[in-house]
């Protein structure tokens, strides 16, 4: 029996991950037991947590894998500044320090963090370090339910390498092809975000989701300014418009001229139509180079299937245009594409590529519908909610769902906290918020009362898998929320001339669907497919949301306001119920209606969290 423990951590989103004979156990970024978003710190709390679900010790690890390799990325800090000398120095400088004194003897430091858990832990030789993009290429394939695969990784960076092909066969990966440093799709889309006041590797899923507002009248002066593309999609970036390799911005003054505009001041300025094309240019400018890549990539290596990690893989709407291109057969995403999934994949390489495990090859997915982190049994959330002083009331499994799915009907929003917590930043139903999508009034509600964040953010429909494609463009599984997909036409509501001329976010409040608070203003939606098997209490209350309404779709978004990590126990549940404009909460067989609650326990939410 071997166990082995996945850690990423020092950059954003530290995570840990355990498996034990190549079997996934359990998996959970560490924000969620700090309530710190993106937390990058060394993850003490969630390496607890799996320690303590698989019920072992620190010393009863076999190996403890590190995401990746520090000495290569001290030499990347090192060759960048040399190239760009004298440039780059305060950069250089603030850097410098930092490396020296903890991140260049990461060994020693994870060493040292380890021993917090288990005094007696003095085993240096089981810590070991994977490569950043093998450890996010393994998280894509060996969970993957394909034999064979080609995974294209793209993020910021890693190491050296920024865009990543790999060729997969039963437990092999091998890395083929690699784009280096400073020439990333990642960083590329990372600067816009910044340009339009985001904050970078955090607020980039804003950027998509500010697209479609937008006409992507940007589009050619990016693709003949700020990038050099080649006929299979490999490119170079023009670094003159960019100041991440040197200085302490994302891009700089000739950026700004270049699109005749400074960068927006978040806290000054708000958010106006020259935003919403910038978001539109560089979303299609990046779902161009996607399919340039993937299209090489096919008639290259005539493998039929494709998996994607890496942060740029979180891009679902560029995921739903790849597949609805047909370059490939079959298609399967990390629902941890990020950094965070790195963990999972690092230890999954050792397991398979170092040990030469055999493979087992699952059919649907290794992931258990992504169901990795914390749960509480009915006797511990009775005990947490009693402890807060909640009041709440307890019934059976099958009125419990039937109460549930009639508050939805009537246009009650529920934070809905059950089972496992999801691993990666979607939440699918086990820390949601619900509401009912034939609402026109549901999404920006839920935006402005509930999640405190801007008006312009889609929501995203759950849908039970068998009804998929009466209501979507779609007929594929999407249990992890990474693909979009359109509105069937029979269910839009078309535009009239006058409502087709409105600017930007003047659309936002026109009814577009029959399920509007879901339907995105290009009539797109990310879809979550949700069956029996995965998630059968969730998969229970769509089904009967269905049966009283006709409608087999609930509005999932997930359980936090902005800035917050998704909610991790019955407590951090209850806070965010109290400090928001939900209706009713209903975690385990328990329901909390809002007006029955001590109103002294009400927190002002909206300064809680440092906005993302």
């Given at each position: 029996m071997a166990y082995i423990l996945g850690i990423s951590a020092f950059y954003h989103d530290s995570a840990a991950a355990l498996i034990k004979d190549g079997q996934i156990l359990s998996a959970a970024q560490e924000e969620r037991f700090t309530r710190k978003k993106h937390d990058s710190s060394y993850p003490h709390n969630a390496v607890e947590f799996v320690l303590n679900h698989a019920n072992i010790k620190l010393s009863d690890v076999n190996h403890i894998v590190f995401y990746e390799k520090p000495f290569l990325k001290f030499e990347r800090l090192l060759e960048t500044y040399v190239a760009f000398a004298?440039?780059?120095?305060?950069?250089?400088?603030?850097?410098?320090?930092?490396?020296?004194?903890?991140?260049?003897?990461?060994?020693?430091?994870?060493?040292?963090?380890?021993?917090?858990?288990?005094?007696?832990?003095?085993?240096?030789?089981?810590?070991?370090?994977?490569?950043?993009?093998?450890?996010?290429?393994?998280?894509?394939?060996?969970?993957?339910?394909?034999?064979?695969?080609?995974?294209?990784t793209a993020d910021g960076v890693g190491e050296w390498a920024t865009t990543t092909v790999a060729v997969c066969k039963e437990n092999k990966i091998e890395i083929k092809k690699e784009l280096h440093f400073p020439h990333s799709l990642g960083l590329l889309y990372s600067a816009f975000t910044y340009y339009i006041g985001f904050k970078v590797n955090s607020g980039e899923y804003k950027l998509m989701g500010l697209a479609?507002?937008?006409?992507?009248?940007?589009?050619?002066?990016?693709?003949?300014?700020?990038?050099?593309?080649?006929?299979?999609?490999?490119?170079?970036?023009?670094?003159?418009?960019?100041?991440?390799?040197?200085?302490?911005?994302?891009?700089?003054d000739k950026f700004n001229s270049l699109f005749g505009s400074k960068r927006r001041n978040p806290d000054e300025e708000k958010i106006t139509q020259f935003h919403m094309d910038i978001a539109s240019s560089i979303q299609c400018v990046t779902e161009k180079i996607l399919l340039m890549l993937v299209k090489s990539l096919r008639s290259e290596y005539q493998i039929k299937n494709l998996c994607l990690a890496g942060g740029v893989a979180l891009n679902c709407v560029a995921n739903g245009k790849i597949l609805k291109e047909n370059i490939f057969d079959n298609m399967w995403i990390?629902?941890?594409?990020?950094?965070?999934?790195?963990?999972?994949?690092?230890?999954l390489a050792y397991w398979y590529i170092d040990k030469g495990n055999k493979r087992l090859v699952n059919s649907s997915d290794d992931m258990k519908g992504s169901y990795l982190g914390n749960e509480f049994n009915q006797d511990q959330i009775e005990k947490e909610l009693e402890h807060?002083?909640?009041?709440?009331?307890?019934?059976?499994?099958?009125?419990?769902?039937?109460?549930?799915?009639?508050?939805?009907?009537?246009?009650?929003?529920?934070?809905?906290?059950?089972?496992?917590?999801?691993?990666?930043?979607?939440?699918?139903?086990?820390?949601?918020?619900?509401?009912d999508p034939r609402s026109d009034k549901m999404q920006k509600n839920l935006n402005l009362k509930v999640k405190f964040r801007e008006s312009f953010r889609p929501f995203a429909p759950s849908v039970l898998r068998e009804d998929l494609s009466e209501w979507f463009e779609l007929n594929v599984d999407s249990p992890y929320m990474l693909l979009v997909a359109n509105i069937n036409s029979d269910k839009k509501i078309e535009m009239t001339e006058e409502q087709k001329n409105l600017f930007g976010i003047d659309k936002l409040n026109i009814k577009r669907s029959k399920v509007p608070a879901v339907t995105h203003v290009d009539y797109s939606a990310r879809i979550q497919t949700v069956t029996k098997n995965t998630n059968s209490r969730y998969y229970d209350l769509i089904s009967m949301f269905k049966k009283k309404t006709g409608c087999p779709i609930i509005v999932n978004t997930s359980f936090n306001v902005r800035g917050e990590p998704i909610v991790n126990t019955p407590t951090d549940a209850f806070n965010c119920f109290m400090g928001t404009e939900m209706d009713y909460l209903v975690i385990g067989d328990c329901i909390l209606d809002k007006s029955k609650q001590d109103s002294n326990l009400k927190k002002d939410y909206t300064k809680e969290f440092e906005l993302d």
């Open positions: 004298p440039r780059g120095f305060q950069s250089f400088s603030k850097a410098m320090p930092i490396w020296l004194k903890e991140k260049l003897f990461q060994k020693k430091m994870i060493l040292d963090h380890l021993k917090n858990h288990d005094k007696s832990f003095q085993d240096e030789k089981k810590i070991l370090f994977s490569e950043h993009h093998l450890s996010h290429a393994a998280s894509a394939f060996y969970p993957s339910p394909f034999t064979e695969a080609i995974v294209l479609p507002y937008g006409e992507p009248r940007f589009e050619n002066i990016i693709l003949k300014n700020l990038i050099d593309l080649k006929e299979d999609g490999t490119f170079i970036l023009n670094q003159e418009y960019f100041n991440y390799s040197t200085g302490l911005t994302m891009t700089n990390q629902p941890a594409a990020g950094d965070a999934g790195g963990s999972l994949g690092a230890a807060i002083g909640a009041n709440f009331e307890i019934f059976k499994y099958d009125e419990l769902i039937d109460k549930t799915a009639d508050l939805l009907s009537r246009e009650k929003v529920i934070g809905w906290f059950q089972g496992r917590m999801e691993f990666g930043p979607r939440a699918l139903g086990g820390r949601s918020i619900l509401g």
